[in-house]
């Protein structure tokens, strides 16, 4: 039996897509073969709910796992022929307050998966939207990390804590504990923050390249998941995006996750990593514009933002009574105020029917202009 693979999904900011993509990578992978197993480390139990599982309903969870010594298979509920789910609930929130004088607090999971005969190719951790104990207990469980990221600035600005974090297990707790990849999620191709978010973040990995670091070798994953309703709707019916709707772009973004996640983990080839699903260009173009680190995103939000200029006004002769009513058609010249008394002595009049271009003559500029007839300038 293959030594299983642990890998913890975490950000401690929430809303970024944790559990969503726990959920539906965890069953793309076991609908490819392997044998999978998910653990929902969050007291809100929501990796449990997707999948149809009533926290607190099965006599074991990843409580009493922690706080009872039970073991990391007697608490798994099998959901499909290779998959299997640790399930949650709300007591998992007090763990932290009653393991406060345990020794060793912070490994009693890695304590667990130790003692443990787990029989599976991978376990993947959903973690709280938090860095306390129960995201500690995960990183030292862990060969890697997944981090699902949103492509917004303050995102950006949350993931360097948590690098700070990653770093000090690996010194500490957990050795072998390295960054994996990064999954953006909740992904619009059609905004240029997002495109940005995403350079920033490939020159910083490369920046790291030769530094030892935990993310020295992190790759950001090709498939990125696309915002998509299908992905909200599947968890009220206590089910996978394969199962409620596997037509739609979550399920298609999901499957090619899948494959990424494979080939990272060493399943299959390297390369694959490279020509994975080839993304669209507005989904990978760097901006056309340079964008400085992380300053030259907050400068690029006014631009998206900004109200157009305002066209240049056809008529170049400089008059403070100008009127500011729309452009007539081509054959006509904008319309000056008909009663205005301080029309221009030198003006004329043109008629606006196309058949018609006869002239009004004098200079006073008294005199008014016939009804339907516009002003224009003498050459």
Same mark, same amino acid.
């Given at each position: 039996? #293959? ?17 969503? &993509? ?14 999978? =197993? ?35 298979? *007697? ?25 406060? &004088? ?15 005969? @787990?029989?599976?190719? !991978?376990?993947?951790?959903?973690? #709280?939207?938090s860095l306390g104990l129960l995201t500690l207990n ?7 990390? @997944? ?11 949350? @993931? ?24 953006? =999620? ?6 240029? @923050? ?9 020159? !910083? ?28 709707? =599947? ?20 499957? *090619?996750?899948?494959?990424? !996640?494979?080939?990272i983990a060493g399943s299959q080839p390297a390369s ?10 507005? %989904?990978? %173009?760097?901006? *056309?514009?340079?964008? *400085? ?25 400089? =008059? ?50 016939? &009804? ?6 003498? #050459?």
């Open positions: 039996m #293959p030594h299983v693979k642990v890998f913890a999904v975490i950000n401690q900011k929430g809303g970024v897509g944790k559990t969503t &993509t726990v959920a539906n990578l965890g069953a793309a992978v076991a609908a490819k073969g392997h044998d999978v =197993c998910l653990i929902d480390l969050d007291p809100q139990a929501h990796l449990t709910l997707h999948f149809g599982i009533e926290p607190g309903s099965p006599d074991t969870s990843i409580y009493d796992v922690l706080l009872n010594e039970e073991s990391i298979t *007697s608490a798994r509920q099998k959901v499909t022929e290779n998959l299997s789910v640790v399930p949650s609930l709300v007591d998992l929130a007090a763990a932290e307050v009653e393991l406060v &004088t345990t020794v060793g607090r912070e490994q009693i999971l890695a304590d667990r998966r130790a003692a443990d005969d @787990l029989d599976h190719e !991978f376990v993947i951790i959903d973690c #709280p939207p995960a990183l030292a469980a862990a060969d890697a990390v @997944l981090i699902p990221l949103q492509p917004h600035f303050l995102a950006l600005q949350g @993931l360097g804590k948590l690098l700070e974090t990653v770093s000090l297990v690996q010194r500490r707790i957990n050795p072998r504990l390295k960054v994996a990849g990064v999954i953006f =999620c909740m992904y619009e191709t059609q905004t240029r @923050l997002a495109g940005e978010v995403v350079a920033d973040l490939e020159e !910083f990995l490369d920046s790291m390249r030769d530094q030892d670091t935990p993310w020295s070798q992190t790759k950001i994953f090709p498939t990125r998941i696309r915002r998509n309703i299908k992905l909200a709707e =599947c968890p009220s019916y206590g089910s996978c995006i394969f199962d409620y709707d596997p037509k739609s772009h979550g399920a298609n973004d999901y499957l *090619s996750l899948a494959e990424d !996640f494979l080939a694959r990593i490279e020509g994975v699903t080839k993304a669209t260009p507005q %989904e990978t %173009e760097a901006p *056309s514009e340079p964008v *400085s680190r992380i300053e030259g995103v907050t400068k690029a939000t006014p631009q998206e933002t900004e109200a157009p200029s305002e066209p240049v006004q056809p008529d170049t002769q400089p =008059c403070s009574e100008q009127d500011t009513t729309p452009t007539e058609p081509a054959a006509q010249v904008k319309d000056a105020p008909a009663d205005s008394p301080d029309a221009p002595p030198s003006q004329q009049y043109v008629a606006t029917e196309p058949e018609r271009t006869s002239q009004s003559t004098g200079d006073d500029d008294t005199q008014p202009p016939t &009804t339907g007839q516009t002003p224009t300038s003498q #050459p």
